[in-house]
């Protein structure tokens, strides 16, 4: 009974409910905004939407931890610390710059589609994942390194087995962050042609129907709840591995 109980289990039960349930809610929609002639986005399925929406966050969080985590390791080793302020800088300037600015610059070049939006995400995705991984591997006492390198373990020994898994919690915090950043910023995308659930809000906004705007901000809010819930349940699991070794 207590899984039943579970506020994550209600929130994914919520979202594929209403993934059913907006496609048949043309009444509802008519009778809240009586002044539109068409309230119910129906150009493309929300499950396709979706999908592709969770599709271009996910190879874009993915491809933005492995070069944040893989530049945080690298900077912080004896041969790559000379280039830990020019890697800081260049991860701040993607995000800094405007997604939007990103996509404009990307589309002459890659064309209208998932690419450039790609690109945008990985750019705006990568500072949140260095940050945490620098911190994380920041906060590691220097004794425990001292007493991993005195039981002859050798660099890369004490990453692996002693370091990253110290910094996992905070590393993952910045991988949290990013991903729910890219799930906000992957609507955009739907200005250069990628279908995601951002589609009927830039449709809805261009075209002042207020209703089209509210069934893709409603799936895209309670998209980003739910990972963020399942990042907590992570975290809150490897706490309790650590504390169990």
Known sequence: MQRFRDPLLWLIVLFLALLWLLPRSGPLFHALFPQLPRPLYQQESFLTLTLAHLWLVGVSSLAAVILGVGAGILVTRPAGREFRTLVETIAAMGQTFPPVAVLAIAVPVMGFGREPALIALILYGILPVLQGTLAGLAAVPES?????????????????????????????????????????????????????????????????????????????????????????RLNRWLSRYRHEQ
């Open 144 to 232: 425990v390194s001292s007493v991993a390198k005195g039981m002859g373990m050798n660099g890369w020994q004490r990453l692996a087995k002693v370091e990253l898994p110290l910094a996992a919690p905070v590393i993952l915090a910045g991988i949290r962050t990013s991903v729910i950043i890219n799930i906000g910023t992957a609507a955009i995308a739907s200005t250069v042609g990628a279908n995601t659930l951002g589609t009927p809000i830039i449709i809805g906004l261009s075209g002042f129907n207020t209703a089209y705007v509210l069934q893709g901000a409603i799936l895209v809010a309670l998209a980003a709840i739910i990972i963020d819930r399942g990042f907590e």
